[in-house]
C-alpha cells in the first residue's frame, strides 16, 4: 500500500503495474538456466530499459520465485525418477533458490545420486 501511495497511483493502475511485472518475469526468466530469483531480478534491474524502485523489485523477486518454485515442482512429478525422491528434494534447505535452479537445471541422474548421498548420510 506505501508503494502505491507513494507512486500516486489507484487501485487499477497499481494491479495493472503488478501484472506487468509479473508478465515480465514470465517473459523473461528462464528457470532452466540454473539461476536464482535474485540473480534473475538483479540482471532484469541493470538490464531493463525501465526503472525499478523497491517495490517493483519485491514484485518481481516474488514472481521469480514462484516460477521457479512451479518449475522444480513440475519437473520432479514429470520424472518418476524425481518424484520417488521428492520429499529430499523439497525439504526445507537454507539455500533453497540455489537448490531450486540446480534442481531445474541438472540431469535427473546427479539428482538421484545426490539425493541417495544424502539418505545414506541421514542413516
Known sequence: MKAQNEKNLTDNAWVERIGQLRQMVSD?????????????????????????????????????????????????????????ISDVIFYDWPNKWDHLAWVVSADVSEIVDWAETVEMAAE
Open 28 to 84: 523473461q526468466y528462464d528457470t532452466t538456466q540454473n539461476t536464482t530469483p535474485q540473480q534473475f531480478v538483479d540482471w532484469l534491474v541493470e538490464n531493463a530499459d525501465e526503472e525499478f524502485d523497491s517495490a517493483d523489485e519485491r514484485i518481481l523477486l516474488r514472481r521469480a520465485e514462484e516460477s521457479l518454485e512451479d518449475a522444480a515442482r513440475q519437473r520432479v512429478e514429470n520424472e518418476d525418477e524425481l518424484d520417488a
